[in-house]
């Protein structure tokens, strides 16, 4: 079952990838995921204990947000970064 799904994901990005071609949500898709991860770790500061907030959908996003407002208010964090990907854009 794993091989079918890692094998629906490459073809999935595949897709994409030549969607992007002829589609500018599709680009943008593309554009907006190139080196996420190097950029969100280049954007925090190592020497900190980081909290992670992960939001599949807006509706998660909504859910958690009185939970990271909370948070902020009993920390002197600044940089609980939120990030969601909204892959139906498409």
């Not at 490459?10 to 030549?18: D, H, K, M, Q, S």
């Not at 909290?51 to 009993?74: D, V």
Request: aromatic share 18%; charged share 20%; with cysteine.
């Amino acid at each position: 079952m794993r091989f079918i799904y890692i094998s629906f994901i490459y073809v999935y990005r595949l897709a994409i990838g030549i969607a992007a071609l002829f589609n500018k949500k599709a680009a943008q898709w593309v554009n907006g995921r190139r080196k996420i991860f190097k950029r969100i770790k280049n954007s925090l500061n190592s020497e900190e204990n980081i909290i992670w907030f992960h939001c599949a959908s807006l509706g998660e996003f909504e859910q958690g947000r009185p939970i990271i407002e909370n948070l902020k208010k009993k920390t002197s964090r600044n940089n609980n970064i939120p990030y969601f990907f909204l892959t139906f854009w498409l």
